[in-house]
């Protein structure tokens, strides 16, 4: 799917992004406070606040400074729309994988196609800076690991319950790898 398909007429982007700024900042607290309200699997259950989100977002920020990590930035004409981190391997031997973290895209923009627009990007961002292999979790029970293999993902194990909901309900966590 080229960029265009996914919304028409707009101005579709993916971009590295190594060094966050106040104003990108409040945005990407913004939606994934917004993502994690509307039922987004990307660390939180709702209801969450952006004091909740905050601690969280700053530490993958740091990584982003410290230049280990990427954030990979949707923009649909200029405005913020969601976001990705691929967090590279401290490990010398593992210095070809990447993990990607936190993949949304707003809930005003869900349903375009952005979402697949997005992990295109992530994708070739991960190329581009030497990377070989990719690999994330899903949050069972949500759906979101049919998303991912229809990208290619392949399964290759799961934590039993290692995500606590709720009381009483406890999730897998499913992880998925991709080769680029």
């Known amino acids: 799917?080229?960029?265009?398909?996914?919304?028409?007429?707009?101005?579709?982007?993916?971009?590295?992004?190594?060094?966050?700024d106040d104003r990108l900042r409040r945005e990407l607290l913004t939606c994934w406070t917004d993502v994690s309200n509307a039922g987004g699997a990307v660390g939180f259950v709702p209801p969450v606040t952006e004091?909740?989100?905050?601690?969280?977002?700053?530490?993958?920020v740091e990584g982003v400074h410290s230049g280990r990590d990427v954030l990979c930035v949707l923009t649909v004409d200029g405005a913020t729309a969601g976001f990705a981190a691929l967090v590279g391997s401290?490990?010398?031997?593992?210095?070809?994988?990447a993990m990607v973290l936190r993949v949304q895209v707003h809930p005003s923009r869900q349903g375009a196609g952005l979402g697949r627009v997005l992990?295109?990007?992530?994708?070739?961002?991960?190329?581009?800076r030497g990377w070989e292999f990719l690999s994330l979790s899903a949050r069972g029970g949500t759906g979101v690991d049919r998303f991912y293999r229809g990208l290619g993902y392949a399964?290759?194990?799961r934590l039993p319950g290692a995500v606590r909901v709720a009381p009483g309900d406890d999730r897998?966590?499913?992880?998925?790898?991709y080769r680029l």
Do not use: C, N
């Not at 799917?1 to 966050?20: C, E, I, K, Y």
């Not at 004091?51 to 993958?60: E, G, S, W």
């Not at 992990?119 to 581009?128: K, L, N």
């Open 172 to 177: 897998d966590e499913i992880l998925l790898t």
């Open 1 to 20: 799917m080229s960029t265009a398909d996914a919304q028409p007429d707009a101005a579709v982007a993916v971009t590295a992004v190594t060094a966050v």
């Open 119 to 128: 992990m295109t990007g992530v994708h070739d961002i991960a190329r581009e």
């Open 155 to 157: 399964e290759f194990g």
């Open 90 to 97: 401290s490990s010398p031997l593992r210095r070809h994988w």
């Open 51 to 60: 004091d909740d989100v905050a601690p969280v977002l700053d530490k993958l």
